[in-house]
């Protein structure tokens, strides 16, 4: 909980990733991770892949900038007086997404948030003092499944801010995703669509324009195999590699 005002920290880690971690989440990014979210924040680029291994940190790093996103309502101006802030600042729509080939997939990204919200993340761990870190801004956030109008089950992730993070599958080529705008896109495991060859024309066309609106960055997380070398290497020539 936030007591005595507001931290100084809440300010600093507007433009400083490393510290929103650290400080609201109780997450301590390692230099890859801040290396990644610095170059998210500065916009460097619209698109950043990501060829790290197994458990070092992908998820975390994503889902720290979905959360930063979300809090900061990051992209839309910030509010000069408090009917400002409740007319205008509240009231923009405001969404990110998070996708994966397959909404098992992407669930387990929502699965990860949960754990940061209840404080019991592995990245919240203190190896040294074997105590979990204190994340004061994580009960601002819920991770839920809700029944939408076609009775479909859907994940989000909701901040107090009136911010939400989407969870949806790439099944399909995408066409699921033919309206709507994000302001922050993540494309998890994108190396395993069921099609390889379907991957250009859902990277390039259907989220490319998802992200127009906002010119919302673009992070392609997974592992490089054989079936899709090729595509990666054209990919390659598009994007803010960190390696």
């Not at 005595?4 to 300010?11: D, F, K």
């Not at 309502?73 to 405001?94: F, I, L, Q």
């Not at 107090?160 to 399909?172: I, N, V």
């Amino acid at each position: 909980t936030i007591t005595g005002g507001t931290p100084r920290w809440i300010e600093a880690g507007r433009t400083d990733i490393a510290v929103f971690a650290r400080e609201a989440l109780g997450i301590k990014l390692h230099e890859a991770q801040i290396e990644l979210g610095e170059a998210v924040l500065r916009n460097v680029a619209q698109y950043y892949e990501l060829h790290w291994a197994n458990r070092s940190g992908k998820t975390t790093v994503v889902i720290s900038l979905h959360m930063h996103a979300l809090w900061y309502r990051r992209g839309v101006p910030e509010a000069v007086s408090r009917s400002d802030h409740e007319n205008r600042w509240m009231k923009t729509e405001y969404a990110t997404l998070h996708l994966a080939p397959l909404n098992e997939l992407a669930g387990r990204a929502h699965e990860a948030i949960q754990s940061v919200i209840d404080g019991t993340s592995e990245a919240q761990l203190d190896r040294d003092t074997g105590q979990y870190r204190d994340a004061p801004l994580a009960p601002m956030f819920a991770a839920t499944r809700e029944r939408d109008k076609t009775g479909a089950d859907r994940l989000f992730l909701r901040c107090m801010t009136g911010a939400r993070t989407d969870f949806r599958s790439t099944e399909g080529k995408a066409r699921r995703l033919e309206s709507g705008s994000w302001r922050f896109i993540t494309w998890d495991e994108w190396t395993q669509t069921e099609n390889p060859d379907d991957i250009r024309s859902i990277l390039f066309n259907r989220l490319t324009a998802r992200a127009a609106d906002y010119d919302a960055p673009i992070i392609l997380t997974g592992t490089s195999n054989e079936d899709v070398e090729h595509i990666a290497h054209t990919v390659a020539h598009r994007v803010h590699q960190v390696v």
